[in-house]
């Protein structure tokens, strides 16, 4: 069975490492809780693996990151709301 690491932010994990949500910071209100429930809509829920398969140039927007069989491309501050646990 994998060992997990101490959670971090999905915008921190390095490209092409394999890791486990862990938690989702949902904001109280404003437009930044829509944003975070329509990720969780989506798939980014605890338990669930994924990675980041791409990058933009220069480690900048948007992640190409995987969840199941779905690619979906995230502005990294949308990713710092997924907490994730990085598998090895």
Known sequence: MPTRSAPL???ELPEQRWATVADITVPDHGPDRELVLRLVELGFVPGERLRIVAEGIA???PLAVRVGHTT???RR?????ILVEPLS
Do not use: M, T
């Open 9 to 11: 932010p999905l915008n």
């Open 72 to 74: 979906f491309a995230l």
């Open 59 to 61: 480690g900048r927007d």
């Open 77 to 81: 501050y949308e990713a710092s709301f």
